[in-house]
């Protein structure tokens, strides 16, 4: 009841992927995922160098025999680091999967798929994904308004953005942003969309390496715990509701002030420092408004099987018996 075009493409058991996530998604979660029946896409631009992703691949490796992913964000901010000497990490690794996002990906496509590397890419508009069908990846995953970190300045939430981005691409298109649980699977799948890929999610799982501090805070958020910054300089960003995020947005208000100017605040470098040492008040700490959905911290394991088990119920049971003759 699960196969679809993606989990064919893939190779995968479950239509369940883990998006790229900045300082978190690393080895010991895409494994997890992996052995669970799903993709994780380590974030190439954590590790600081080619070699690091190496190494940090072949860990993934010693921890499972299943397909694994890795992310690679083209955002300008990321120009300095070796996008070259990533994908020859990916490459010479086996890598199953490579999750493109933050810009054009047509510069690594061909020599990916030379490899036998799948390119699913990650975008949050139609166009973009009209686009990079266009280019030659091998499927789309359309991040919705709900999602964590970039959601584009549109604001279309997943329930319009999914059916016409299923509707309008050849490719499979995985729906992205929102979703937390088995019945957000099935919607997606009703959407049109052949998978689901979450992050927030996953990051309030068990063998997510955020801090326990964060993890009890997270599970405790609701919905309405995320805020949009950066919309005033064109660069939208869902974060944690919290003291930064607060002062951001009170200067954004005022006026005038730049990305740049912005930068002490938002800087993934202070936020991936609150990551890690559990302060919840110490950075703009990237947040979907899913957190509303995630009221436990589970393994990966139990996650993926109990949102396969209610996604089957919802289908064999509620929706069977609404639907019958
Ligand atoms: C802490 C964190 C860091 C993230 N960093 C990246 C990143 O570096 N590159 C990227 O493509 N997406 C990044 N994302 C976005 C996720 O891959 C995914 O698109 C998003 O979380 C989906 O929305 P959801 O959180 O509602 O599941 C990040 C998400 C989180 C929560």
Aim: hydrophobic letters at 45%; aromatic letters at 4%.
């Amino acid at each position: 009841m699960f196969k679809t075009r993606i989990t064919e493409l893939l190779g995968i058991e479950y239509p369940i992927l883990q998006g790229g996530m900045r300082w978190a998604a690393r080895a010991e979660l895409a494994a997890a995922i992996a052995n669970a029946g799903g993709i994780g896409f380590m974030s190439a631009h954590t590790q600081a160098t080619a070699a690091d992703l190496d190494a940090e691949i072949a860990k993934a490796r010693s921890l499972t025999s299943k397909p694994i992913g890795v992310n690679l964000t083209l955002l300008p901010a990321n120009a300095g680091l070796d996008y070259d000497g990533y994908v020859s990490a990916i490459i010479s690794n086996g890598v199953t999967a490579v999750e493109t996002a933050g810009g054009n990906p047509s510069k690594y496509i061909e020599r990916l798929k030379a490899a036998g590397v799948k390119v699913v890419h990650k975008c949050v508009t139609v166009r973009h994904a009209l686009k990079a069908e266009s280019l030659g990846v091998d499927a789309v995953s359309i991040d919705g308004f709900e999602c964590a970190g970039h959601p584009g300045e549109d604001d279309v939430p997943g329930l319009v953005l999914i059916p016409i981005a299923a509707s309008k691409l050849r490719i499979p298109v995985v729906a992205c942003g929102g979703f937390a649980d088995g019945r957000g699977l099935v919607a997606a799948l009703a959407l049109g969309a052949e998978g689901i890929n979450m992050g927030t999610r996953f990051m309030l799982t068990r063998e997510s390496p955020l801090h326990q501090t964060l993890k009890d805070r997270f599970v405790q958020a609701t919905e309405r715990d995320t805020v949009l910054i950066g919309r005033s300089y064109g660069d939208s960003s869902r974060v944690m509701r919290n003291a930064v995020s607060a002062e951001v947005l009170a200067r954004e208000k005022q006026g005038g002030a730049t990305h740049h100017d912005l930068l002490p605040l938002i800087g993934a470098k202070r936020w991936m420092e609150a990551m890690a040492t559990g302060n919840v008040d110490g950075g703009a700490i990237p947040l979907g408004m899913s957190v509303g959905l995630a009221n436990d911290l589970p393994s990966c394991s139990e996650l993926i099987s109990r949102m396969v088990g209610e996604a089957r119920q919802i289908v064999q049971g509620r929706l069977a018996s609404i639907t019958a003759e």
